[in-house]
């Protein structure tokens, strides 16, 4: 096993790494910039080293600064988390260049993946499903407006090198993308440094549903189920749930098998996430992207099946075997995750500012993986995940029952959250029946 | 007049209308930053806009003046 683990990150999940390796008995060393010092997953590694001023382009991007500290440190191998440097393929080069365990898929893995075009075309090619969209990057407007027109409207605008639902546009017709394609080439290159573009159908009805797989070892692949992300604002994922009251049986092991394939073209090791779009009308499915690491809301699938996913990620980068029985997965039960924001709960701004009162749910069922407590300040420079209310039943009926327990006994006072929403969310018919899609938080809103 | 402010601490990304310039009410004045996403400032007022009290890659507090318009 591991000796040591430098976790690259901050927050939730930084936190959330550093407890498995507490349990598995591998030294942890966080790396915090000066915004965040006073955070818990600081304070609860076994060593913290401060790399850098609070913009993430000084602190938690700057891969010289985390090699750095793990040298200082002798961590022996780096745990990326989500977002920063996780899916960027010249830091994970970096770190095994420094003869250090990168705790992720090959650089190649990554990179094949990285960009959205590429893997529309990789995947396209090994006969997984994708929308109808540019194989190439759209360079100006004019090229925009020939190639929807092949696609067909409404057509989604997205940053090839993207992620995180960022930057996305949808245009219904030629005027909309005339008007969104510029600023979707700026942002594009502003967030992801790279101003390449593609074009894809837009599906009206779709649910946005989720294949977790892991890359053994011995170079199988696994699927261990699926989550449906398709309650969203700004097409960011507010909440996710396992199973998906929106898959048949039958479609769930299409879905599965597509994605074991995804993973295999791509030679994959360790955890990853292969995101699909299911058209509810036609009971089709398409591959969108793939995560190349672990997914913010891993822990409905760790809730349903037993499986703690970070062990796993550890296990395979030491080469070992994973800690259950790759033929007898059996999911049971139905979990929810609901994510904690910094927001207000009407029009979703965010509300930096110092938590007075932190006071979270406890009771059968209830997750809480969280990156802040009282006396915290919540700061401009980092997204505005607090913490992830997490929930799992014997069925979804108990396991909304569950959350909108945990909901009301959740208290945070100092900055606003968006537990006003999930209580509505929670209380909703359509999210209740299990029938909704991408567009709900949306009509909730109009 | 009316004085535009910031609902929250940001950094001001884009500056979108300048001193001087025949603002509508709705019209977009700046766009701030913060915490990954981008909040655009808009005009409560229409008028002329008297004063921009921020520039591109400022940091605005909570209730920082933003805009005059008259």
Sequence with gaps: ?446 | MSEVRAEMVANVWKVVAAEGDAIGDGDTLVILESMKMEIPVLAEDSGTLTQLAVAEGDVVQEGDLIAVIE
């Design chain 1, 1 to 446: 096993m591991l000796e040591s683990v430098l976790v690259a990150n901050r927050g939730e999940i930084a936190r959330r790494v550093i407890a498995s390796a507490r349990r598995l008995g591998i030294r942890s060393v966080a790396v915090y910039s000066e915004a965040d010092a006073d955070l818990p997953f600081a304070r609860e590694a076994d060593e913290a080293v401060l790399i850098g001023p609070a913009p993430p382009a000084a602190s938690y991007l700057n891969g010289a600064a985390v090699l750095a500290a793990a040298r200082t440190t002798g961590a022996t191998s780096v745990h990326p988390g989500y977002g920063f440097l996780a899916e960027n393929a010249d830091f994970a080069a970096s770190v095994i260049d420094a003869g250090l365990t990168w705790i992720g898929p090959a650089p190649a893995s990554i990179e094949l993946m990285g960009d959205k075009i590429s893997a529309r075309n990789l995947m396209e090619k090994a006969g997984v499903p994708v929308a109808p969209g540019t194989r190439e990057p759209v360079a100006d407007v004019a090229a925009a407006l020939a190639a929807a027109s092949a696609v067909g409207y409404p057509v989604m605008i997205k940053a090839s090198a993207g992620g995180g639902g960022i930057g996305m546009s949808a245009a219904a017709d030629p005027a909309q993308l005339e008007a969104g394609f510029d600023t979707a080439r700026s942002r594009a290159e502003r967030f992801f440094g790279s101003p390449a573009i593609l074009l894809e159908r837009y599906v009206e009805r779709a649910r946005h549903v989720e294949v977790q797989i892991l890359g053994l070892a011995d170079g199988r692949v696994l699927a261990l189920g699926e989550r449906d992300c398709s309650v969203q604002r700004r097409h960011q994922k507010v909440a996710e749930e396992t199973p998906s009251p929106g898959v048949s049986p039958e479609l769930r092991a299409r879905m599965l098998a597509a994605a074991v394939l995804a993973g295999q073209v791509v030679d994959y090791r360790g955890a990853g996430t292969v995101e699909f779009l299911v058209d509810v009308a036609a009971g089709s499915f398409m591959f969108l992207e793939m995560n190349t690491r672990l997914q913010v809301e891993h822990p409905v699938t760790e809730l349903v099946t037993g499986i703690d996913l970070v062990e796993q990620q550890f296990l395979i980068a030491a080469g070992a075997e994973v800690s259950f029985d790759p033929a007898a997965v059996a999911p049971s039960g139905h979990a929810l995750e609901l994510r904690i924001y910094a927001e207000d709960s009407k029009r979703f701004l965010p509300s930096p500012g110092t938590i007075t009162e932190w006071t979270e749910p406890a009771g059968l069922g209830v997750r809480v993986d969280s990156g802040y407590t009282a006396g915290n300040t919540v700061t401009p420079f980092y997204d505005p995940l607090l913490a992830k209310l997490c929930v799992h039943g014997a069925d979804r009926a108990q396991a909304l029952e569950r959350a909108r327990a945990a909901v009301a006994g959740f208290t945070v006072s100092g900055v606003k959250t968006n537990l006003g929403f999930h209580r509505e969310l929670l209380a909703d018919p359509a999210f209740c029946s299990g029938d909704y899609d991408t567009g709900l938080v949306g009509r909730l809103r109009s």
